[in-house]
Structure formats: C-alpha cells, structure tokens
C-alpha cells in the first residue's frame, strides 16, 4: 500500500478535515481545530515530499521522520503537525486491518469510557455563571465536572477568591460522591497555590487541582504537589515522552494529562502512557472537543489497565454536536456522560461525504 495524496477540507463549522489517501482505497482522516496555514505550508514543503509514496503502515518510522528528522530530513515539525498526520495513518492501519485502533494498540481494556464535563472561561465569568454551566451538563447525565478559570501565567494571581468562591458554589451543587476538579489554567504563583489547594482541601471534595502554575515552572509544581494532598495535575502543554520524563522527574505531579495533538499523535501517547504507568502515575487526558481527535484520544486511553478517571470533554470552541453526529456518525456522541467504543475499524469513523459537502468552505 502507498500514500497517493493528502487532501484538507475546510468547513464552515469552523474546522478542516485531512484525509491521506493510499492506492488501495483505504482514506485515514484527522482533523485541524481550524483551516491552518502553516499546516499547509508544512504539508506542502515537507510531509508530502517525505509520504507520497510511501507505506502507511509503517507509522513508528514516519513519526520518527517527521518529529526527529533524519539524514535526509533535518526539519523537525510541530507537535501538532506530526499529531494529525499520526491520527491519520493509524485510521489507515486499522481500516486495512479491519480492527480497531483500540485492539492494534493491545486491547480495550474498556470500551465505555466515562467523561467529565468541562467549563471555562472563568476569569470572565461570574460564580452564578459558571454554576450554571455546570447545572447544564449535570442536566445532560455527566457524573464527573472540572471548571476552569482560563486564567493563563501572564493573569498571575489576579483573583484567586473568585476562583475559591466559584469552586465553593460548584461543590455545594453536586452531591459531595460527584467528580469535581479545578484547572488554574496556569494561573497562580507557588504560594497562592499552596493556599488555594488547601482552601479547596479543607472546604470539601477535590479530585485534581490540574495546571495551578505557568507549564515551564516544574521546580515550582513539585513545591505545590509536595505541600497539598489533591492530586496535581499538568502535561495538557506538554509534548513527547522525554519532556514527560521531565516533569516526572523534577516536577512530580500526582497525575499526567496529555493531549492527542500536543503530545505529537497516538504513537508517541502510548510512549507517554508507558512511561506514566511505569512510574505509577495515573493518566487523565487532555482532548475535550467533540470528533475525530478526541475519539482517537479515546481510543489510546481506552487500551490503558489504569486509566480509570474519566476524560475531558466539552462543548466549548467546538461545532454543534448536532453538526458533529452528520459528518462522523451518532456513535461519537457522548450518551449520559460516556462515550462508548465501537468494532468498526481504524478510528470508527463514518465519514459522511454529502455532509462534508454541505459543510465545505
């Protein structure tokens, strides 16, 4: 089998599908958040002169290629570039095995995947705002909740008791056994940190305290990690298993979440998570908006023993679920609060061609 082209559709919904067709018919599809020009800029100078004619199967050696270069190719390309082409071919793979991602990647070792509903925007909102973000997705069947404040490291510490009034309103809403945690989004020093996690600690339940200071600072996370017993968590912004082997090891976070794109596609995830499980740390992804990406996020997670907290997801900076369910097919929908895996094979995806169409820029 060889790659024979790369072609990106982008939609009106706000997002662009890439699919990499080969000479047997087989299409592996990816999506970009939105149509990208530097995406295309490196497709054009550099993946299809590397691909195009080329085995899609073998996918290890392609990531290699075009995450680390080699003798020939000495341009490394973005996380985020090589996660798409990554996501893609592994749709291939398993659609010419007809299996599944999840069984290529050793097994599900679940296929119903529980989720948890996340909300942001926090910094502009007010409490009752985000309470009743949160009333929305309990309305809908979510069992497990993260509220967010968007804060982001250059808003450092700016109100940090309207994040503790926000979190106290959430956490008297939901029945104390419900999911809840708390993403600073990057936003509070080491200090404010400390004080805040255990203002959280000691009003009521808190699952994971996730990203509370800038990503870079990993001698500061493992201050706030070693001082608070929630569970802190980062690695959203992080990219391959030598920077987990990072923040492991001079960060020390009680929990690692990894995004599909960021963390340069499903075949370096599941490096990550090998590197997670073999230092006993649990994964909890990153990967909310509804489609392809998070469903091949789905997938990785699925075939981990321990993955056993639920992942993100969210309706936010997303197309209409509605829109959605048309181009992929109803099975990537959330159903009270679970994603459920199917047999079909590669992704699962249903790439519906007249709605792609009629979304079509």
Known sequence: MKITAFDITPLKIGRAILQIRTDKGITGVAELSRRSGAFE?????????????????????????????????????????????????????????????????GGAARLDIPL??????????????????????????????KIRMD????????????????????????????????????GYSVPTAIQQGRAFEDYGRIDHFEEPLPQY????????????DVAVSTGEQDWDRWRFR?????????????????????????????LATTHNKPIMPHSPSAGINSIA???????????????????????????????????VIPHNGTITLTDKPGLGIDLNEAALAKYAE
């Open 116 to 145: 948890y509903w996340s909300v942001g925007l926090g910094w502009i909102k007010t409490p009752d705002q985000m309470l009743d973000d949160v009333m929305d997705g309990w309305e809908q069947g979510y069992k497990a909740f």
């Open 41 to 105: 800029a490196y497709l054009e100078s550099t993946v299809k002169p590397l691909l195009i004619g080329e085995d899609p199967r073998k996918i290890d050696r392609h990531w290699e290629t075009l995450y680390l270069g080699d003798e020939e190719q000495i341009t490394k390309l973005p996380p985020h570039v090589v996660g798409v082409i990554d996501i893609a071919l592994w749709d291939i793979l398993g659609k010419d095995a007809g299996m599944p991602c999840h069984a290529l990647m």
């Open 297 to 331: 996020s789905i997938h990785c997670y699925s075939s981990i023993k321990n993955a056993i907290r639920p992942h993100e997801f969210s309706t936010e900076f997303a197309p209409p679920l509605d829109d959605i369910a048309e181009l992929y097919g109803e099975h």
């Open 217 to 228: 600072d990993l001698p500061g996370l493992r201050q706030v990690a070693d001082a608070l």
């Open 151 to 186: 804060w982001r490291s250059y808003r450092q510490d700016s109100n940090p008791a309207k994040d503790l009034q926000m979190f106290k309103l959430v956490r008297d809403f939901l029945p104390n056994n419900i999911y809840l945690g708390f993403d600073a989004n990057n």
């Open 246 to 274: 990072d923040v492991i090891q001079l960060g020390n976070p009680d929990i690692l979440q990894p995004d599909i794109l960021g963390a340069s596609g499903p075949s370096e995830i599941l490096k990550i998570y090998t």
